[in-house]
């Protein structure tokens, strides 16, 4: 079959650039702009040219070919009750360009006439451009619901790259004394901010690799850090019991958020940069200040560490994971309790918003990844592995997340619930990792003192 389309396209492509002439109101116009009345032979060729005849000929026969083969499928669709397109007028094959007559389901014109340029091909132009558009709109809803386990596919590969994700590793990252705990992108992609047990932050340039600058001062390890929306600061937790807020460009410390006794956990920016939301080991959530590093709020009701905090899409609400085996939905506002997600068997390492703010997800300690629907705080999908997940993230279509599970990073279909790709290359487990804004990077950490950026 492909054989056969390809031979009809050469005869086409040679049939266009043949030496023919032309009626010069062959699409149906005069000069005057009105329309005249197109007849079959419109078309004008030289009868003593034997190459226009051979070649008449041959569009002849493809054109036949492919009527009787479509006529059969449109047949089919009678048979199944489908509307079939008898209304459409300047119906004209590739390749033999003098049948103006009813057409098919194939090129359906949506009950409008037509006048074909004979000179640019506009309308065929149109028609391919459209068929075109269905049959990446088909790929792509075919890549979604299929289960692609490894390596690529050697057919359309153009058109699928757009829609399948495959990354391969594009740069190392060394320059941590220890295991680095935490990585994340500004939010122009151009930069990763990094945390470890060597007590350092780091940033790095995406595009060389290089490390740009390290920022020192926490006295024990750091947890977690990551930058503002316009990229001027950096907030970090480290196991000194601090929060603390940094000048990227200058290096130096702006304030330091106390939380005394306890340990803050984990620490997330808004959207618009105005508060900083954080959890600690004393189960309490607690919402900041970031210009003047006041505590405005705290949230209780965890009966564990508040591991993982994040604010929704909208900075409306909160959402907090603990290893009390719980999710909590926090109202802003009000300091409430919204909603609470209960399933995991173990501690909640990380749970996060979809990009709609729709759904959850989450993964445990129990090895597995749980999707939940915030409206009927029910598990929709419970996905399971071979070791416990540290953590997992969206990817900004919402088609698909990406998991690490020990040493390894796993790309997930939604809708298949369906593992289609494995990133592996790190020597110890994957502590944490990132999506950029577009989707077409990944970084990823471990406790084998590396970053790795996959692309």
């Not at 309308?123 to 809803?141: A, D, G, P, Q, V």
């Not at 803050?264 to 970031?290: E, H, Q, T």
């Not at 705290?298 to 959402?319: C, K, R």
Request: with cysteine; aromatic share 12%.
């Amino acid at each position: 079959m492909e054989s056969q389309r390809g031979r009809e396209f050469s005869n086409f492509y040679r049939a266009k650039h043949s030496n023919r002439k032309r009626g010069v109101r062959a699409s149906g116009y005069g000069n005057s702009g009105t329309q005249e009345n197109c007849h079959d032979n419109k078309f004008e060729f030289d009868t003593n040219s034997t190459e226009n005849q051979s070649s008449n000929y041959k569009c002849q026969n493809n054109f036949n070919q492919n009527k009787r083969y479509y006529q059969t499928h449109t047949n089919k669709s009678k048979q199944k009750n489908n509307k079939n397109d008898n209304n459409c007028t300047g119906y004209s094959r590739p390749g033999h360009r003098g049948f103006h007559g009813r057409g098919n389901r194939f090129l359906k014109q949506e009950n409008k006439k037509r006048n074909w340029d004979t000179r640019t091909y506009g309308s065929h132009k149109k028609r391919l451009y459209s068929k075109f558009e269905k049959i990446t709109l088909l790929l792509k809803n075919w890549i979604r619901f299929s289960s692609i386990k490894r390596g690529w596919i050697n057919d359309f590969d153009k058109i699928i790259f757009k829609y399948a994700k495959t990354f391969t590793l594009a740069k190392i990252l060394q320059g941590h004394a220890d295991e680095v705990r935490s990585v994340r992108f500004s939010a122009d992609d151009s930069k990763i901010v990094s945390t470890s047990e060597d007590k350092t932050i780091r940033i790095w340039d995406v595009a060389s690799g290089k490390q740009i600058r390290t920022f020192r001062g926490h006295d024990d390890f750091i947890y977690y850090a990551e930058f503002s929306l316009d990229g001027n600061t950096i907030v970090s937790c480290s196991y000194d019991r601090t929060i603390r807020l940094w000048n990227m460009k200058s290096g130096k410390e702006i304030m330091k958020l106390e939380i005394h006794l306890y340990t803050p956990m984990y620490v997330s920016f808004s959207s618009d940069g105005k508060y900083i939301v954080s959890g600690s080991s004393d189960n309490i959530v607690r919402l900041w200040n970031a210009n003047s590093g006041k505590e405005i709020k705290t949230f209780e009701g965890h009966l564990g560490y508040a591991w993982d905090v994040h604010f929704s899409p909208n900075n409306q609400m909160i959402l907090s994971s603990s290893n009390d085996k719980t999710i909590i939905l926090w109202d802003i506002k009000s300091g409430k309790q919204l909603k609470q997600f209960k399933g995991h068997s173990e501690r909640i390492l990380s749970a996060k918003f979809s990009p709609c703010g729709q759904y959850i997800i989450s993964c445990s300690h129990d090895k597995t990844i749980r999707i939940w629907d915030i409206e009927s705080v029910k598990a929709i999908n419970v996905l399971k592995e071979s070791f416990e997940v540290a953590d997992v993230k969206y990817f900004p279509d919402g088609q698909m997340f990406v998991s690490s599970c020990d040493k390894i990073l796993c790309l997930w279909d939604i809708k298949t619930r369906q593992k289609i790709y494995e990133l592996s290359g790190h020597c110890h487990m994957v502590t944490g990792m990132d999506i950029s804004s577009d989707g077409n990077l990944l970084v990823s950490c471990s406790y084998d003192k590396t970053i790795r950026i996959w692309e």
